[in-house]
C-alpha cells in the first residue's frame, strides 16, 4: 500500500506457545513441562508464591487447563488456515522441549515431536505464513526442573544446546526467523516457568537467579553460534518483557530508582544479549541483590561477545510507575503485573495498565539504546469476552486497543524506529500463563472452551477478526 508508513514486508501475524494452546500433553512422545505442573487459577498463584512446592502434579486436587490447552495438536491445520484468512504473513509459536527431549538429558530426540512441527511449518509455509519460533518459552522439561534444580544447574547449557542443535539443523531451510528464550528478564517475577527454580528450590536466592540468567546467556549464545554457521542469513532474537517505565514525580530521587529499575527489569538481559557483555551498571545490582560470584567458565565471555543476537523481540502489555520516597508505593512500585496506579491510564480487568504511548516509548528507547531492528512480538488485551447465540464476540474494546498500539508503533516508524513485525499475543485463545484462565481471552479466534474446560473446543471469528484481516491487506493504513 502507497500510503502505509509501514515498509513493504512488515511482518503482521499472531503469536502463541506451545504449552499454552497444543494440549495432548502426553501425546506423541512428549515428557512432562513445567507448564504441565501448573494448576488454572488461583491455585497458580498460590503454588507460584509458595514455599514449600516440589512440582507435584495433583490432579486430584488441581485442574491442569495446560494439559488439554485449546488442542491445536489435533486443530493446527484448521488454526493456520484461519490465520491465512486474516492475511497473517508470519507465525510466531514456540517448540515444546519435551515434545523434543521428553525429559531434556537424552541425547537422542524423539522422532515424531519433530515431525508435528514439521507438519506445523509445513502448514504455515503452504499459506505463504512465515514461521517464527521461540526456541523455550516457559516449557523447559519438568525432570531438568526436578532432578537438575533449573537453569542454576550448569549442565542444562548442554542440553539446550543439544535440544537448539537438533531444532536448528531440521528446520533452518524453512525458518528463518528465531528467538531464543522467552521473556528471559522475567525470572524475578515467574522463576518457575523461566528457569525452572521455585522456592523449595532456591528461587529466592539471588545469586541461583542470576547463575541461571549467566546459563541461558550462555546457551543462547551457542544457539546463536550454531545458527549462523549453519546459514548466516538466519535472524535469531533475544526476547524481552519491556514495560515502560515513569517516575512518579520530578523528585531527582524518583527519578534516579527508574533508572535503576530499569536497567534491572528492562534492561540488564537485552544489554548482555545484544551487546555481547555485562553492564557497567552489573556491580550496582550484583551488590544490591547479594548475588556474590557467578561461575563463568573459561571462554564464555568471549562467547557472549561473538555470539550476540540479530535483533529485539519484546512482549509489551503496560507500563509502569516508581516511587520508593512513600514506602507503600515503593514497594508496588516494582511489581510489573499490578504495580502503582497511573491516574492517566485506564487499566485492563486484570489491572494492567493500557498504554498505547508507553509503547511507542518502548520502541524508541529499545532502538536508540541498541539500533539493532525491534520486533512487537506480543502484546494484546486480555478481556472477559461474552458470545452471543451465535458465538459472535462484538470485540470493540480489543480492537480499540490494538488500533492504539498499531498507531503508536506507526509514530515510532516515524520517529526512525526499525520494527521488523507485529504479532499480537495470543491471536487464537489459549490458556493465561499467568493465572492458567481459559477466560483471560486475546483472541481474533474465539474458542469454545471455559476454565474448568467445558465447551466444544469449536473456533468462530470474533468482531476483531475481520477487522485485523483489514488491517493487514491494507498494510496498516486502515485501522
Ligand atoms: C507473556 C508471555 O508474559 O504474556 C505469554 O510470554 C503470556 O506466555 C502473555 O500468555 C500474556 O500473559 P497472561 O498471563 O495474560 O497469559
Known sequence: MTNSVFPDGFLWGGATAANQLEGAFKEGGKGLSVADAMPGGKARLDVLSSDTFDWTIDEDKYIYPNHRGIDHYHHFKEDIALFAKMGFKCYRFSIAWTRIFPKGDETTPNEAGLVFYEQVIDECVKHGIEPVITISHYEMPLHLAKEYGGWKNRELITFYERYAKVVLER?????????????????????????????????????????????????????????????????IGCMIIYATTYSFDSNPVNQMAT????????????????????????????????????????????????????????????????????????????????GLKNPFLKASEWGWQIDPVGLRIALNELYNRYEKPVFIVE??????????????????????????????????????????????????????????EMSKRYGFIYVDLDDEGNGTGKRYEKKSFNWYKDVIATNGSKL
Open 171 to 235: 528446520f533452518h531451510s524453512k525458518v528463518k526467523y528465531w528467538m531464543t528464550f522467552n521473556e528471559i528478564n522475567s525470572a524475578f517475577h515467574f522463576p518457575a516457568l523461566s528457569q525452572g527454580m521455585v522456592k523449595s528450590t532456591g528461587a529466592g536466592d539471588y545469586h541461583n537467579v542470576f547463575q541461571a540468567w549467566h546459563n541461558q546467556f550462555v546457551a543462547s549464545s551457542k544457539a546463536v553460534k550454531i545458527g549462523h554457521e549453519l546459514n548466516p542469513e538466519l535472524q
Open 259 to 338: 533508572i535503576e529499575q530499569n536497567q534491572e527489569m528492562n534492561f540488564f538481559c537485552a544489554d548482555v544479549q545484544v551487546r555481547g557483555e555485562y553492564p557497567v551498571y552489573t556491580k550496582r545490582i550484583f551488590d544490591k541483590y547479594n548475588v556474590g560470584e557467578l561461575d563463568i567458565a573459561e571462554g564464555e565471555l568471549e562467547l557472549l561477545k561473538d555470539y550476540p543476537v540479530d535483533y529485539i523481540g519484546f512482549s509489551y502489555y503496560m507500563s509502569s510507575v516508581v516511587n520508593i520516597t512513600d514506602e507503600e508505593a515503593a514497594k508496588a512500585s516494582g511489581n510489573l503485573l499490578a
Open 379 to 436: 502484546n494484546g488485551l486480555g478481556a472477559i469476552d461474552n458470545v452471543d447465540e451465535n458465538f459472535y464476540v462484538e470485540d470493540e474494546y480489543r480492537i480499540d486497543y490494538l488500533r492504539e498500539h498499531i498507531e503508536a508503533m506507526a509514530d515510532a516508524i516515524k520517529d526512525g524506529v526499525d520494527i521488523m513485525g507485529y504479532t499480537p499475543w495470543g491471536c487464537i485463545d489459549l490458556v493465561s500463563a499467568s493465572t492458567g
